[in-house]
């Protein structure tokens, strides 16, 4: 059985814990605007994860007594670079970009000192 997809909010609530729910409106409510949070949640942490090359399924579950959990499975996008790959280019990257600039550095000064010879 398939328990999330990406594009929805899942939420799995304890069949006795449901019973209550209908039985309370005001206990109703309160979880009605917990759902609410979670889409939120979803939706933001599903950006985060997308921004680095990752597509999350997530859900929720709230048990008998109303306690919230989560669950989240990510699956990396194999044509998107990881975080630490992009580091690792950008740290390569400095140095030899620091040489370039000591270099140019180091022509400018020998062309002035040329000037004035």
């Known amino acids: 059985m398939k ?3 990406s594009t929805t909010t ?5 069949p006795q ?3 209550k729910m209908a039985n309370d409106s005001d206990l109703e409510d309160e979880y009605i ?26 859900g929720w579950a709230i ?13 990396k996008d194999s044509k998107v670079k990881s975080f630490l790959q992009n580091m690792s ?15 140019d550095t180091k022509e400018e000064k020998r062309s002035i000192l040329d000037e004035k010879a």
């Open 33 to 58: 605007k917990e759902i609410g949070n979670m889409k939120k949640i979803d939706e933001q942490f599903a950006k985060q994860q997308a921004d680095i090359g990752w597509r999350v399924e997530q």
């Open 63 to 75: 048990d008998k007594d109303g306690n919230i959990s989560s669950w989240a499975i990510g699956h």
């Open 3 to 5: 328990y999330g997809k």
């Open 89 to 103: 280019e950008k740290a390569e990257e400095i140095p030899q970009k620091q040489l370039e600039k000591a270099k």
């Open 10 to 14: 899942n939420v799995a609530i304890f």
């Open 17 to 19: 814990f449901l019973t």
